[in-house]
């Protein structure tokens, strides 16, 4: 099935609100875990703590860290009508084990399960993946605001 | 952007290997081999049984058909058949490796037989001309025939030394020139015989004693009635020399491949019957008996053209053209002979049952030298043995022709039942149906005349039995020595460095340097890994139109760490391109195979697809991670290596597996 107008906007995700700056040097997992308790309460009303917790670490085995050195775990849940979404940036980064890159921004994605929004998770992965350039991170890495930070990344 | 290059080495296999031909062509290829018969064929079999040889040469002719139609039924089974591989699958590897011997012994005779014909043509045809030049010259017809079969013989060993390729092209300009000589021929002899009338030959067969063979002391085996017709039958068969041919070139026909067999074999059928049939006939409709007995019996075409009505000028012109075109086309034959052997030969040695030594490749050319020289020497010391005889080539030929016929058709026919469920496009005609099995009456038939010609010629070509017997029974020592030899090294074997040559790869630093070589509106990237999972890759071979979409398999080998080049393909790696290649003969579409080392295939994907521009991903689905994971990671891998500054053109991004596809737009 393909969709043509799945059209997705950064500044409809990334907001002053989901912008989190990560203390020290957190391995890869606590900073997946730091994330997950930021994006808790944004879905607590439709997913569990559990639910939620058990299905990134899951999910968090087959994501892969992409060689501009940005990290996108992400995990889709049937009960949700819409992405939710928090990012990370972690000055010092960490070293992601497998790959050997240095990671100083990450963003934990969820989006909707549903045969129909799939065509939107791709193009939002895409986009993510396009706009967390090197060069972004960096410049995102010595910022201290998360508005900044997120007028960085949208543009806006 | 990502600074990082994502590929240590891009290997390329060599579109040479995957190019496709058109129905002509390949009616061509076989043509020059099996067509040349034409111009020998009728001679050997008048200098055997006397006028009544063009019923038999027609005859033989029209059996053909029916040999073309069990030839289209093993090659549509097997894209790279051929009688080894069809008997070995039918009867296993001891039958396979007597019926290849045989075979070889047919590919080693039709070097000589075809060289040695051309000279005694061109002889002629200089002995009429040189004294209107006033050249007093006189050179024994025989001994120039030698001459140049051997000089023609030495020119091919070069040629196929230094691998220079057959050209489907030239095959075609040859058949193309043949038939224009032979239209003018039919013509003039049609209207010839028009004008002074006819005698229909006579249909018994009268034996030289020399053509009884051992008969001559079986009393009861006469050569009358059906026994005489089987006899005539045999000495007349050495016309079907060639077939093979088909089902060596039949990978090579372009899509849609069936339709294209059909046709090839259509044109290959008619061309055959009208050109040697009734030239044949038609020559046996006006040379005067004694004359082709006599002055034409080794080169009948020259002797039709000669004897044509019209002033002597023209009929001199006329026989310009028909040597021309022989020598034209018999030379191709004799190059089918060294091609045709030497495939024979790598094909077996693939299977283990021809020792590594022969398959030593020349330093310099990568050809398999030792092959190649082994068959130069042969067909060199049959041509010197045979003294330009070419009735004796001739009774030697049909023994291989004759054998691997058979064995062809009786594998077929087993086939029928061991293969019961295997689904054939086509089915040789005739069958009864029962349970499950189409049993062949048709194919059964033509067994029996096989083997009644078969049985007969043992008895009545003394030299064909005795020089094929022994010649194949060498072959098949030297099969079964390799084999044992093969097997005990068979622990300790390790890949040797010429295999990147046999798979005709070339190493380049870049994606882009192979970019240029995509020229289609369309293109479609398949990434594979496993040779056993190439169901999207047959998905996109059914559908795609070869004229207008380049169809891109991409295999990528992840190498951690991206460091300086040096990497080489394991053997895992290559039979996933053997596997590639196969599919898209049996399609006959052109793919371009390349091959990465790469971090991640993902990336890898990307890199190509963007970089050449692709319409299409399509992707076998992963066991392991799942369709949705492998789009995420695509989608991941395209946006980061997506330029912002390009204008993004719409991709599909597709998953197939069994009777199932997921698709999506990549942005």
Same mark, same amino acid.
């Not at chain 2, 075979?103 to 070097?111: A, V």
């Not at chain 2, 062949?440 to 017997?469: D, E, S, Y």
């Not at chain 2, 390790?494 to 295999?499: F, I, L, S, Y």
């Not at chain 2, 998905?539 to 951690?560: M, N, P, Q």
């Given at each position: 099935?393909?969709?043509?107008?799945?059209?997705?906007?950064?500044?409809?995700?990334?907001?002053?609100?989901?912008?989190?700056?990560?203390?020290?040097?957190?391995?890869?997992?606590?900073?997946?875990?730091?994330?997950?308790?930021?994006?808790?309460?944004?879905?607590?009303?439709?997913?569990?703590?559990?639910?939620?917790?058990?299905?990134?670490?899951?999910?968090?085995?087959?994501?892969?860290?992409?060689?501009?050195?940005?990290?996108?775990?992400?995990?889709?849940?049937?009960?949700?009508?819409?992405?939710?979404?928090?990012?990370?940036?972690?000055?010092?980064?960490?070293?992601?084990?497998?790959?050997?890159?240095?990671?100083?921004?990450?963003?934990?994605?969820?989006?909707? &399960?549903?045969?129909?929004?799939?065509?939107? &998770?791709?193009?939002?992965?895409?986009?993510?993946?396009?706009?967390?350039?090197?060069?972004?991170?960096?410049?995102?890495?010595?910022?201290?605001?998360?508005?900044?930070?997120?007028?960085?990344?949208?543009?806006? | 952007?990502?600074?990082?290059?994502?590929?240590?080495?891009?290997?390329?296999?060599?579109?040479?290997?995957?190019?496709?031909?058109?129905?002509?062509?390949?009616?061509?290829?076989?043509?020059?081999?099996?067509?040349?018969?034409?111009?020998?064929?009728?001679?050997?079999?008048?200098?055997?049984?006397?006028?009544?040889?063009?019923?038999?040469?027609?005859?033989?002719?029209?059996?053909?058909?029916?040999?073309?139609?069990?030839?289209?039924?093993?090659?549509?089974?097997?894209?790279?058949?051929?009688?080894?591989?069809?008997? #070995?699958?039918?009867?296993?590897?001891?039958?396979?490796?007597?019926?290849?011997?045989?075979?070889?012994?047919?590919?080693?005779?039709?070097?000589?037989?075809?060289?040695?014909?051309?000279?005694?043509?061109?002889?002629?045809?200089?002995?009429?001309?040189?004294?209107?030049?006033?050249?007093?010259?006189?050179?024994?017809?025989?001994?120039?025939?030698?001459?140049?079969?051997?000089?023609?013989?030495?020119?091919?060993?070069?040629?196929?030394?230094?691998?220079?390729?057959?050209?489907?092209?030239?095959?075609?300009?040859?058949?193309?020139?043949?038939?224009?000589?032979?239209?003018?021929?039919?013509?003039?002899?049609?209207?010839?015989?028009?004008?002074?009338?006819?005698?229909?030959?006579?249909?018994?067969?009268?034996?030289?004693?020399?053509?009884?063979?051992?008969?001559?002391?079986?009393?009861?085996?006469?050569?009358?009635?059906?026994?005489?017709?089987?006899?005539?039958?045999?000495?007349?068969?050495?016309?079907?020399?060639?077939?093979?041919?088909?089902?060596?070139?039949? #990978?090579?026909?372009?899509?849609?491949?069936?339709?294209?067999?059909?046709?090839?074999?259509?044109?290959?059928?008619?061309?055959?019957?009208?050109?040697?049939?009734?030239?044949?006939?038609?020559?046996?409709?006006?040379?005067?008996?004694?004359?082709?007995?006599?002055?034409?019996?080794?080169?009948?075409?020259?002797?039709?053209?000669?004897?044509?009505?019209?002033?002597?000028?023209?009929?001199?012109?006329? *026989?310009?053209?028909?040597? =021309?075109?022989?020598?034209?086309?018999?030379?191709?034959?004799?190059?089918?002979?060294?091609?045709?052997?030497?495939?024979?030969?790598?094909?077996?040695?693939?299977?283990?049952?021809?020792?590594?030594?022969?398959?030593?490749?020349?330093?310099?050319?990568?050809?398999?030298?030792?092959?190649?020289?082994?068959?130069?020497?042969?067909?060199?010391?049959?041509?010197?043995?045979?003294?330009?005889?070419?009735?004796?080539?001739?009774?030697?030929?049909?023994?291989?022709?004759?054998?691997?016929?058979?064995?062809?058709?009786?594998?077929?026919?087993?086939?029928?039942?061991?293969?019961?469920?295997?689904?054939?496009?086509?089915?040789?005609?005739?069958?009864?149906?029962?349970?499950?099995?189409?049993?062949?009456?048709?194919?059964?038939?033509?067994?029996?005349?096989? =083997?009644?010609?078969?049985?007969?010629?043992?008895?009545?070509?003394?030299?064909?039995?005795?020089?094929?017997?022994?010649?194949?029974?060498?072959?098949?020592?030297?099969?079964?020595?390799?084999?044992?030899?093969?097997?005990?090294?068979?622990?300790?074997?390790?890949?040797?460095?010429?295999?990147?040559?046999?798979?005709?790869?070339?190493?380049?630093?870049?994606?882009?340097?192979?970019?240029?070589?995509?020229?289609?509106?369309?293109?479609?990237?398949?990434?594979? #890994?496993?040779?056993?999972?190439?169901?999207?890759?047959?998905?996109?071979?059914?559908?795609?139109?070869?004229?207008?979409?380049?169809?891109?398999?991409?295999?990528?080998?992840?190498?951690?760490?991206?460091?300086?080049?040096?990497?080489?393909?394991?053997?895992?790696?290559?039979?996933?391109?053997?596997?590639?290649?196969?599919?898209?003969?049996?399609?006959?579409?052109?793919?371009?195979?390349?091959?990465?080392?790469?971090?991640?295939?993902?990336?890898?994907?990307?890199?190509?697809? *963007?970089?050449?521009?692709?319409?299409?991903?399509?992707?076998?689905?992963?066991?392991?991670?799942?369709?949705?994971?492998?789009?995420?990671?695509?989608?991941?891998?395209?946006?980061?290596? #997506?330029?912002?500054?390009? %204008?993004?053109? %719409?991709?599909?991004?597709?998953?197939?597996?069994?009777?199932?596809?997921?698709?999506?737009?990549?942005?």
């Amino acid at each position: 099935m393909i969709r043509q107008s799945d059209g997705v906007s950064l500044s409809t995700i990334i907001n002053p609100e989901n912008v989190f700056f990560l203390e020290g040097k957190p391995s890869k997992e606590e900073a997946v875990l730091q994330l997950t308790e930021k994006m808790l309460p944004r879905v607590a009303a439709i997913i569990s703590r559990k639910a939620l917790f058990g299905r990134v670490a899951e999910v968090e085995k087959l994501n892969q860290v992409l060689e501009s050195g940005f990290y996108i775990p992400h995990a889709k849940f049937p009960e949700l009508d819409g992405f939710h979404a928090v990012l990370g940036i972690i000055p010092e980064g960490f070293v992601d084990p497998a790959t050997g890159l240095r990671v100083k921004a990450l963003l934990l994605l969820l989006s909707p &399960h549903r045969p129909d929004f799939f065509q939107r &998770h791709l193009n939002v992965l895409s986009l993510l993946s396009q706009t967390f350039q090197p060069e972004l991170i960096e410049k995102l890495a010595v910022l201290k605001d998360p508005a900044a930070a997120a007028a960085l990344v949208t543009g806006k | 952007m990502v600074p990082n290059p994502k590929f240590k080495q891009v290997f390329v296999l060599s579109t040479a290997m995957l190019s496709f031909i058109s129905f002509w062509k390949a009616a061509s290829i076989v043509l020059c081999d099996f067509g040349s018969s034409a111009y020998y064929a009728g001679g050997i079999a008048m200098n055997s049984f006397g006028p009544a040889f063009p019923w038999f040469i027609l005859g033989v002719m029209l059996f053909s058909g029916l040999m073309l139609g069990v030839y289209t039924e093993s090659c549509l089974m097997f894209v790279r058949g051929g009688v080894y591989v069809v008997v #070995r699958e039918a009867m296993g590897k001891v039958m396979a490796k007597l019926s290849v011997s045989a075979l070889i012994f047919d590919y080693t005779l039709t070097g000589p037989i075809s060289s040695v014909t051309a000279g005694l043509y061109l002889g002629s045809l200089l002995s009429n001309i040189m004294p209107l030049l006033h050249i007093n010259w006189h050179v024994p017809a025989r001994a120039f025939a030698v001459i140049f079969a051997v000089i023609v013989t030495a020119y091919f060993w070069r040629e196929n030394i230094r691998g220079v390729e057959e050209s489907a092209d030239n095959n075609l300009k040859i058949i193309a020139f043949v038939s224009v000589v032979a239209v003018l021929l039919i013509s003039w002899a049609g209207l010839t015989i028009y004008h002074r009338g006819f005698t229909l030959p006579p249909f018994e067969p009268v034996f030289t004693e020399k053509a009884l063979g051992w008969t001559v002391h079986f009393p009861w085996l006469k050569a009358v009635g059906v026994i005489g017709i089987i006899m005539a039958f045999g000495h007349s068969i050495l016309a079907l020399s060639g077939l093979e041919t088909l089902a060596q070139v039949y #990978r090579e026909i372009e899509d849609p491949k069936f339709e294209n067999l059909k046709k090839a074999v259509i044109t290959i059928f008619v061309f055959s019957v009208l050109f040697t049939g009734l030239l044949t006939f038609m020559s046996a409709l006006i040379i005067p008996g004694d004359l082709i007995a006599g002055k034409y019996a080794d080169n009948l075409l020259s002797g039709l053209a000669l004897e044509l009505d019209g002033p002597y000028w023209s009929r001199l012109g006329m *026989q310009v053209l028909v040597v =021309l075109s022989g020598v034209l086309m018999l030379v191709g034959a004799v190059n089918t002979s060294f091609v045709g052997s030497n495939g024979v030969l790598n094909r077996v040695a693939d299977d283990g049952i021809l020792h590594d030594w022969f398959r030593h490749l020349h330093k310099k050319f990568g050809t398999t030298h030792r092959i190649i020289n082994l068959v130069a020497i042969t067909q060199i010391l049959i041509i010197l043995i045979s003294r330009g005889d070419i009735f004796l080539l001739g009774e030697a030929y049909s023994f291989g022709v004759l054998w691997s016929l058979t064995f062809d058709t009786l594998s077929m026919i087993i086939l029928r039942f061991r293969k019961q469920d295997e689904e054939r496009e086509w089915k040789f005609p005739f069958n009864i149906k029962s349970g499950n099995v189409y049993v062949p009456i048709g194919m059964v038939a033509i067994l029996m005349v096989l =083997l009644a010609a078969t049985g007969m010629n043992m008895l009545t070509k003394k030299v064909a039995t005795i020089g094929g017997v022994l010649f194949t029974m060498t072959f098949f020592t030297i099969f079964h020595i390799s084999e044992k030899m093969n097997e005990k090294k068979a622990q300790l074997y390790a890949p040797d460095e010429d295999n990147d040559e046999k798979m005709n790869l070339r190493k380049e630093a870049d994606i882009h340097t192979v970019v240029p070589e995509l020229t289609k509106d369309r293109r479609v990237l398949v990434p594979v #890994r496993n040779p056993n999972n190439l169901l999207h890759l047959a998905a996109v071979l059914e559908t795609a139109d070869d004229d207008t979409t380049d169809i891109i398999v991409l295999s990528a080998k992840i190498a951690k760490g991206i460091q300086s080049g040096g990497e080489t393909m394991s053997d895992e790696d290559k039979e996933v391109f053997s596997a590639v290649v196969l599919m898209a003969e049996k399609y006959g579409k052109t793919v371009k195979p390349i091959f990465v080392f790469s971090n991640d295939p993902f990336y890898s994907m990307a890199q190509v697809a *963007q970089a050449a521009g692709c319409d299409e991903i399509v992707m076998g689905v992963s066991g392991s991670s799942g369709a949705e994971v492998q789009l995420e990671r695509l989608a991941m891998a395209w946006g980061m290596l #997506r330029k912002p500054d390009v %204008p993004a053109k %719409p991709v599909l991004a597709k998953v197939v597996w069994e009777g199932r596809q997921m698709t999506y737009q990549l942005s």
